[in-house]
C-alpha cells in the first residue's frame, strides 16, 4: 500500500503538467525555452524528491519495465488532456491496466540523457564520415537535419535508437557503393588488358586475295559478288563430286557446266568492278542449282568428308607452290644480272687494253703499318664492293689513315684492279689481291679444299639427286650456291696467314653500308677475346640450336644450344690474340671432324660459332644492324642510327629482288654518272 504523503506527491506532478500543457495551447504561457525549463527543472526535482521518498519508505512499487509489470495489484489512475474538434481542451483519465503492452514507464532525466547521449553517438559517426571523405552535399544536408531533430526532440516523431540505426544503414550503403565502384575499376581495367594482350597477339599480316585487311575489305559491302562466286565454286566442286558418285549424271554435269562459266566469268578479277557484266547472272544461275543439289544430295557427313579432302588437296597445291617459289627467289638471287655481268667485262678489258698492269705500285709499307686502320673485304662484286669503300671513306675523320685490303677471284681480280685505278676515293689505299696468289693455300693445308676435292663431296654438290621439277631442286641449289663452295667465303678464317704483320683488322662483309665511323672499334678493350661481333639471339632465335646438330654427341658435349649466335659481315678480330690461341688450328680441327656433314650444314657462321666459341666479344647493336635483305617489318629508327646496316639474305640491294624501302640507303653510295655504269646502264 502506498502511503498517503505518496500518492498526494504524485497526484501533485500531475496536476503540474496538466497546467502546463493548459497554458500553453491557451497561448498564456509564453512558450519560451525560460519558462520550459523553470516548469521542467521544477518537475524533475520534485519527481526526484517523490522518487526518493519512495526508496525510504521501501515500497515495491517500480517504473524499471511497464504497465503491466507492477508488483502492487492496484492499478493506476492516468489523466491526459486533448483537444477535441471544437478547439476545446479536456481532460480524461484513463486506467493503466487498460493500456497496450507497447506503452512503458519512463524517466524524464533518463530520456534526457539517453537523447544526449544518442546525440552524441550521431555526432561522432557524422565526424568520421566526413573525415572518411564519404559525405556529399546531400548528406551533409541530411546530417544537420538529424541533429536538429535530436536537439529538439518535440520536433522528431522518430526515436534517437532509429535515427542511430539510419545513420549507420547509410555509413554501410556508402561503404558498399564505394567497393562496388572499386571493383568495376579493377574488373575495367583487368578487361582492357586482356584486350590488348589479344590484340598483340593478332596476326596482321595480309594472307593474299583473301585477306580481310586489303584495301577493298574496308567496305563491309564491297566485292559481294565476287566473294560470292568463289565460294559457289567450291561448293558447286563439292556437290559435282558427291553427284558423280552417286550417279546422278543430270545434275553432276550441269554443276560442272555452271563451275566453268563462273571460273571463266571471274577470269582474273579482284574486284566487282572487274567482273564481266553478266556476271551477277551468272551467280544467281549457279545459286539455283547448288539449291537443287543441297534439296537432293545434301548429305552432312559426305560434304564435311568432301570438304576435308578439297582443304588437304589445296594445302598440298600450296606447299608445293611455295617450294617452287623459293627455287625461283634462290635463282633469281644467285644469277647475275645483265648490267652487272656487263661491268666486269668492260673493266676487264680496259685493264689489259691499257696495260695498266704494269703501272701500279702501292706503298708496302702502309699495307703492313699496324698503327693505321686496316680493312678485309672478301669480294668478287665490284660494284658491292665500292659501295662499302664508298660509304665507310665518306664517314671516316682521317681518310689516310684507312687501308683496305681486297681479295677477289682470278675471274674478277683484273676488273676489282681497273675500277678502284680509275674510282679510288682521294687519299685512301687499297690493295686488291688473287686469292689463286696465296700458295699456302692447298688442299694438304686447307680442310675445305681438301674436302671438296673428295669424290664423295663432288657427288654431293654437282651429281647427288639431279632434280626433275623445280620444287624438288629447291635444296640442291641451295648446295650448290657458289657461297658455299668458294674460298673467299672460307678465307677469313686465315686472316693472320693473309696479314701477318697486322695485329687488328675490321672485316666487312660487300653487302653492308657504312652510315657513321667505324675508328672507334679500333680503341675497343675487348677484354682478351679474339672477335668482338654483334649477337643476333632473340628469345629463342639464332642461338646455337639454330645451327648445329646438337643430337650429335661431339657438339652436345662441348656447347650449349642456347649459347648466343652472333653475326658475321662486320667483325673486329685480334690477330695476335689469334695466334696466341691458335684459332686456325680449332678451325681445322671441326672442318675435319664435320666431313661427313652431320654437325652443320652449310655455309662459314656455324664453323665460326664453333671456332670463337666463348672468344666473342659482344658489340652494341647499333654498331651492326642485320636483315635488310630478308625482313620488312625492321625497326626504321634503328636502322637510320646504326653504324653499319646489312642485306643479309636473297634480297640484296643491287637486284631487282631489293625491299623498295631499304634500297636507298645502298644506292645513294652508287656514283649514276660513272661511265662505265652509264655504259652498262646500271641505274640504282
Given at each position: 500500500?502506498e502511503?498517503p504523503?505518496r500518492?498526494?506527491?504524485?497526484?501533485?506532478?500531475?496536476?503540474?503538467?496538466?497546467?502546463?500543457?493548459?497554458?500553453?495551447?491557451?497561448?498564456?504561457l509564453?512558450?519560451?525555452?525560460?519558462?520550459?525549463?523553470v516548469?521542467?527543472?521544477?518537475?524533475?526535482?520534485?519527481?526526484a524528491?517523490?522518487?526518493?521518498?519512495?526508496?525510504?519508505?521501501?515500497?515495491?512499487?517500480?517504473s524499471?519495465?511497464?504497465?503491466?509489470?507492477?508488483?502492487?495489484?492496484?492499478?493506476?489512475?492516468?489523466?491526459a488532456?486533448?483537444?477535441?474538434?471544437?478547439g476545446?481542451?479536456?481532460?480524461?483519465?484513463?486506467?493503466?491496466?487498460?493500456?497496450?503492452?507497447?506503452w512503458y514507464?519512463?524517466?524524464?532525466?533518463n530520456?534526457?540523457?539517453?537523447?544526449l547521449?544518442?546525440?552524441?553517438?550521431?555526432?561522432?559517426?557524422?565526424?568520421?564520415?566526413?573525415?572518411?571523405?564519404?559525405f556529399?552535399?546531400?548528406?551533409?544536408?541530411?546530417?544537420?537535419?538529424?541533429?536538429?531533430?535530436?536537439?529538439?526532440?518535440?520536433?522528431?516523431?522518430?526515436?534517437?535508437?532509429k535515427?542511430?540505426?539510419?545513420?549507420?544503414?547509410?555509413?554501410?550503403?556508402?561503404l558498399?557503393?564505394?567497393?562496388l565502384?572499386?571493383?568495376?575499376?579493377?574488373n575495367?581495367?583487368?578487361?582492357?588488358?586482356?584486350?590488348?594482350?589479344?590484340?598483340?597477339?593478332?596476326?596482321?599480316?595480309?594472307?593474299?586475295?583473301?585477306?580481310?585487311?586489303?584495301?577493298?575489305?574496308?567496305?563491309?559491302?564491297s566485292?559481294?559478288?565476287?566473294?560470292?562466286?568463289?565460294?559457289?565454286?567450291?561448293?558447286?566442286?563439292?556437290?559435282?563430286?558427291?553427284?558423280?558418285?552417286k550417279n546422278?549424271t543430270?545434275?553432276?554435269?550441269?554443276?560442272?557446266?555452271?563451275?566453268?562459266e563462273?571460273?571463266r566469268?571471274?577470269?582474273?578479277?579482284?574486284?566487282d568492278?572487274?567482273?564481266h557484266?553478266?556476271?551477277?547472272?551468272?551467280?544467281?544461275?549457279?545459286?539455283?542449282?547448288?539449291?537443287k543439289?543441297?534439296d537432293?544430295l545434301?548429305?552432312s557427313?559426305?560434304v564435311?568428308?568432301?570438304?576435308?579432302?578439297?582443304?588437304q588437296?589445296?594445302?598440298?597445291?600450296?606447299?608445293?607452290?611455295?617450294?617452287?617459289?623459293?627455287?625461283?627467289?634462290?635463282?633469281?638471287?644467285?644469277?647475275?644480272?645483265k648490267?652487272?655481268?656487263?661491268?666486269?667485262?668492260?673493266?676487264?678489258?680496259?685493264?689489259?687494253?691499257?696495260?695498266?698492269?704494269?703501272?701500279?705500285?702501292l706503298?708496302?709499307?702502309?699495307?703492313?703499318d699496324?698503327?693505321?686502320?686496316?680493312?678485309a673485304?672478301f669480294?668478287?662484286?665490284?660494284?658491292?664492293?665500292?659501295?662499302?669503300i664508298?660509304?665507310?671513306?665518306?664517314?671516316?675523320s682521317?681518310?689516310?689513315k684507312?687501308?683496305?685490303?681486297?681479295?677477289?677471284?682470278?675471274?674478277?681480280?683484273?676488273?676489282?684492279k681497273?675500277?678502284?685505278?680509275v674510282?679510288s676515293?682521294a687519299?685512301?689505299?687499297?690493295?686488291?689481291?688473287?686469292?689463286?696468289?696465296?700458295k699456302?693455300?692447298?688442299?694438304?693445308?686447307?680442310?675445305v679444299?681438301r674436302?671438296?676435292?673428295?669424290?664423295?663431296?663432288?657427288?654431293?654438290?654437282?651429281?647427288?639427286?639431279?632434280?626433275?621439277?623445280?620444287?624438288?631442286g629447291?635444296?640442291?641449289l641451295?648446295?650448290?650456291?657458289?657461297?658455299?663452295?668458294?674460298?673467299?667465303n672460307?678465307?677469313?678464317?686465315?686472316?693472320?696467314?693473309?696479314?701477318?704483320?697486322?695485329?687488328?683488322?675490321?672485316?666487312l662483309?660487300?653487302?653492308?653500308?657504312v652510315?657513321?665511323?667505324?675508328?672507334?672499334?679500333?680503341?675497343l678493350?675487348?677484354q682478351?677475346m679474339?672477335?668482338?661481333?654483334?649477337?643476333?639471339?632473340k628469345?629463342?632465335?639464332?642461338?646455337?640450336?639454330k645451327?648445329?646438330?646438337?643430337?650429335?654427341?661431339?657438339?652436345?658435349?662441348?656447347?650449349?644450344?642456347?649459347?648466343?649466335?652472333?653475326?658475321f659481315?662486320?667483325?673486329?678480330?685480334?690477330?695476335?690474340e689469334?695466334?696466341?690461341?691458335?684459332?686456325t688450328?680449332?678451325?681445322?680441327?671441326?672442318?675435319?671432324?664435320?666431313?661427313?656433314r652431320?654437325?652443320?650444314?652449310?655455309?662459314?657462321l656455324?664453323?665460326?660459332?664453333?671456332?670463337?666459341?666463348?672468344?666473342?666479344?659482344?658489340?652494341?647493336r647499333?654498331?651492326?644492324?642485320?636483315?635488310?635483305?630478308?625482313?620488312p617489318?625492321?625497326?626504321?629508327?634503328?636502322?637510320?642510327?646504326?653504324?653499319?646496316?646489312?642485306?643479309?639474305?636473297?634480297?640484296?640491294?643491287?637486284?631487282?629482288?631489293?625491299?623498295?624501302?631499304?634500297k636507298?640507303?645502298?644506292?645513294?653510295?652508287v656514283?649514276?654518272?660513272?661511265?662505265?655504269?652509264q655504259?652498262?646502264?646500271?641505274?640504282?
Open positions: 500500500m502511503s504523503s500518492r498526494f506527491a504524485s497526484f501533485v506532478c500531475i496536476v503540474v503538467v496538466i497546467f502546463h500543457i493548459v497554458l500553453v495551447r491557451a497561448n498564456v509564453d512558450d519560451s525555452t525560460t519558462s520550459r525549463e516548469i521542467r527543472n521544477w518537475l524533475q526535482s520534485d519527481c524528491k517523490n522518487r526518493v521518498r519512495k526508496d525510504q519508505d521501501d515500497k515495491i512499487y517500480t524499471a519495465a511497464g504497465v503491466g509489470n507492477h508488483q502492487d495489484e492496484k492499478d493506476i489512475d492516468i489523466v488532456t486533448y483537444t477535441d474538434t471544437s476545446v481542451v479536456r481532460l480524461g483519465t484513463v486506467k493503466s491496466k487498460d493500456l497496450s503492452a507497447s514507464w519512463e524517466d524524464p532525466i530520456e534526457r540523457q539517453d537523447q547521449k544518442s546525440s552524441q553517438r550521431l555526432e561522432d559517426s557524422s565526424q568520421s564520415r566526413v573525415r572518411l571523405g564519404e556529399d552535399k546531400s548528406s551533409l544536408v541530411e546530417l544537420r537535419s538529424r541533429d536538429s531533430v535530436t536537439q529538439n526532440p518535440q520536433m522528431s516523431p522518430l526515436n534517437p535508437v535515427l542511430q540505426r539510419r545513420a549507420s544503414r547509410q555509413e554501410r550503403k556508402d558498399r557503393t564505394a567497393e565502384l572499386r571493383e568495376d575499376k579493377e575495367d581495367s583487368q578487361v582492357q588488358a586482356a584486350a590488348i594482350e589479344r590484340s598483340k597477339e593478332l596476326d596482321t599480316t595480309a594472307k593474299g586475295r583473301y585477306s580481310i585487311w586489303r584495301r577493298e575489305h574496308e567496305n563491309p559491302n566485292d559481294d559478288t565476287l566473294k560470292l562466286m568463289r565460294d559457289q565454286i567450291i561448293m558447286a566442286k563439292a556437290y559435282a563430286s558427291i553427284a558423280r558418285a546422278e543430270y545434275l553432276y554435269k550441269s554443276l560442272i557446266n555452271h563451275f566453268r563462273n571460273r566469268a571471274i577470269g582474273e578479277a579482284n574486284t568492278s572487274e567482273l557484266s553478266s556476271a551477277l547472272a551468272r551467280a544467281k544461275a549457279m545459286g539455283n542449282i547448288l539449291s543439289a543441297k537432293k545434301y548429305d557427313i559426305n564435311a568428308r568432301k570438304l576435308r579432302a578439297m582443304v588437296s589445296t594445302e598440298n597445291t600450296v606447299d608445293a607452290l611455295k617450294k617452287q617459289s623459293a627455287f625461283l627467289i634462290q635463282l633469281a638471287a644467285k644469277t647475275v644480272p648490267p652487272l655481268n656487263c661491268l666486269p667485262l668492260v673493266l676487264t678489258t680496259d685493264y689489259f687494253l691499257q696495260g695498266r698492269q704494269k703501272r701500279v705500285v706503298n708496302k709499307k702502309l699495307l703492313e699496324p698503327s693505321l686502320y686496316h680493312y673485304i669480294s668478287d662484286n665490284v660494284l658491292a664492293t665500292s659501295v662499302v664508298n660509304s665507310t671513306m665518306l664517314h671516316a682521317e681518310p689516310e684507312h687501308v683496305f685490303h681486297i681479295v677477289t677471284d682470278k675471274l674478277s681480280f683484273a676488273a676489282m681497273m675500277w678502284f685505278l674510282n676515293p687519299k685512301v689505299t687499297i690493295q686488291v689481291e688473287n686469292i689463286d696468289d696465296f699456302w693455300l692447298n688442299s694438304s693445308y686447307c680442310s679444299l674436302q671438296l676435292e673428295s669424290a664423295r663431296m663432288k657427288e654431293y654438290y654437282f651429281k647427288a639427286s639431279h632434280p626433275s621439277t623445280l620444287s624438288d629447291f635444296e640442291n641451295k648446295y650448290r650456291n657458289p657461297k658455299y663452295l668458294s674460298m673467299l672460307h678465307l677469313r678464317f686465315y686472316l693472320p696467314e693473309v696479314y701477318p704483320k697486322l695485329e687488328k683488322i675490321l672485316f662483309d660487300d653487302d653492308i653500308v652510315q657513321k665511323d667505324l675508328t672507334p672499334l679500333w680503341s678493350d675487348m682478351g679474339v672477335n668482338a661481333a654483334v649477337e643476333t639471339c628469345e629463342s632465335f639464332h642461338r646455337f640450336d645451327y648445329l646438330n646438337f643430337s650429335h654427341p661431339k657438339i652436345s658435349e662441348n656447347f650449349d644450344p642456347n649459347a648466343c649466335g652472333w653475326a659481315g662486320m667483325n673486329m678480330f685480334d690477330l695476335k689469334w695466334r696466341k690461341r691458335n684459332m688450328g680449332i678451325y681445322h680441327y671441326w672442318q675435319d671432324m664435320n666431313e661427313d652431320t654437325l652443320w650444314k652449310l655455309g662459314s656455324p664453323p665460326g660459332l664453333i671456332t670463337f666459341y666463348n672468344l666473342t666479344y659482344p658489340l652494341d647499333s654498331w651492326h644492324v642485320l636483315g635488310l635483305g630478308y625482313d617489318q625492321l625497326n626504321q629508327t634503328e636502322i637510320d642510327n646504326a653504324a653499319v646496316v646489312h642485306y643479309n639474305g636473297n634480297y640484296k640491294p643491287w637486284l631487282e629482288l631489293a625491299i623498295a624501302k631499304y636507298s640507303y645502298w644506292s645513294r653510295y656514283m649514276p654518272d660513272n661511265p662505265y655504269l655504259l652498262c646502264h646500271i641505274s640504282q
